[in-house]
């Protein structure tokens, strides 16, 4: 089993930075690709981006590129979403995932965390 809680999120102005954590606690995490989802109300949970196992390829959607990263810190079990000039359209719950493959389908991942609201306010 692999355990995730998220955290970091919170209220922001539009052009504000957050930075979302996930962390892992149960079985080897450090052997499991991380994606992050995110729900808008009223609307489908949708994939944000996603890290490989080993933290060496990171992927994102066109919506987000060049605004959010993605990083991996085995050695603390925990990945990091970056947010930067953040949108009122990016409000959400936001949530990490662990599959042993990872990508964009919800259906690879296993394991889930509870989710995050981020609010950018306009």
């Known amino acids: 089993q692999v355990q995730l809680v998220e955290s970091g999120g919170g209220l922001v102005p539009a052009g504000g930075s957050l930075r979302l954590s996930c962390t892992a606690s149960?079985?080897?995490?450090?052997?499991?690709?991380v994606g992050w989802f995110r729900q808008a109300p009223g609307k489908e949970r949708e994939f944000v981006g996603g890290?490989?196992?080993?933290?060496?390829?990171?992927y994102y959607v066109d919506l987000v590129k060049g605004r959010f990263t993605i990083s991996k810190d085995n050695a603390k079990n925990t990945v990091y979403l970056q947010m930067n000039s953040l949108k009122p359209t990016d409000t959400a719950v936001y949530y990490c995932?662990?599959?042993?493959?990872?990508?964009?389908?919800?259906?690879?991942?296993?394991?889930w965390g509870q989710g995050t609201q981020v609010t950018v306010s306009s």
């Open positions: 995932a662990a599959a042993l493959l990872g990508g964009p389908q919800q259906g690879e991942y296993g394991y």
């Open positions: 149960g079985r080897a995490f450090n052997n499991y690709a």
């Open positions: 890290i490989s196992w080993t933290g060496t390829r990171t």
